[in-house]
């Protein structure tokens, strides 16, 4: 199993642009979640899913955008990138049970310039 | 308000030299704890997830236990590919799909 894929791995932006954070998972989860992990903050929740067609905000949500059409997939758009959005952004699933805990991808880091 | 607390940061050990790690937490009602080991350029990768106080889970050097208000990743005899960071993380009752995270301690160990 290839488990939590994000790509891409490094992009670089320029402020003002807008793109999307690809996220892919072959569990069959029905959650996903996203995180920014920055220096000193630890790792902070942007939104999540529970399931296709449902989303919700967390902790730090303005500026970014969500949607699941499928089980398998939940991008993260960036509507109009910003320097403070400078940061390392984890993808997660995890299905209803916690014995194995959440599934993280490998991160994309993102700077703004 | 929900929050959890690691100390400390950082930890320098020499191979061999047993520790703890902490994690303090408070939360209005705790569904799971979890603790990951997060590598430099990587993703977090799970190690352990703890539901109540007085449970205990192991794997190789490490063991972590859970009372009420925290929880211990102890490190038994550890050795240089043990060097980490550790990060602890609760989830809620209150909240589906929801994780709040410590800040994490990077562990660094020595031959």
Redesign the interface.
């Known amino acids: 199993n290839a488990g939590?894929t994000q790509t891409p791995k490094f992009q670089v932006l320029k402020t003002g642009q807008s793109m999307t954070l690809q996220c892919a998972q072959d569990m069959n989860h029905e959650?996903?979640?996203w995180?920014r992990q920055d220096p000193?903050?630890?790792?902070?929740?942007i939104h999540?899913?529970?399931g296709a067609g449902i989303t919700?905000q967390?902790e730090v949500p303005n500026g970014y955008n969500v949607s699941r059409s499928t089980t398998e997939d939940f991008p993260l758009r960036l509507l109009s990138a910003a320097p403070s959005q400078t940061s390392v952004y984890?993808c997660?699933s995890?299905p209803s049970g916690?014995?194995?805990?959440?599934?993280?991808?490998?991160?994309t880091r993102l700077t703004v310039v | 308000e929900d929050q959890v607390t690691q100390s400390p940061e950082a930890l320098r050990l020499q191979e061999g030299e047993s520790s703890s790690l902490n994690c303090s937490y408070t939360v209005s009602g705790l569904r799971g704890l979890f603790w990951y080991r997060q590598d430099p350029g990587k993703g977090p990768e799970f190690l352990f997830t703890l539901y109540s106080a007085g449970e205990e889970k192991e794997k190789e050097r490490l063991k972590a236990t859970l009372t009420k208000k925290e929880s211990f990743l102890h490190i038994t005899a550890p050795k240089p590919e043990d060097s980490a960071t550790y990060l602890c993380a609760v989830h809620p009752v209150s909240n589906t799909g929801k994780l709040i995270f410590g800040q994490g301690t990077t562990l660094q160990v020595k031959p």
Do not use: E
Request: proline share 0%.
């Open positions: 939590v959650y996903m979640s995180y000193g903050m630890g790792l902070r929740l999540y899913s529970v919700d967390g984890f997660a995890h916690l014995n194995y805990g959440y599934t993280f991808g490998s991160g």
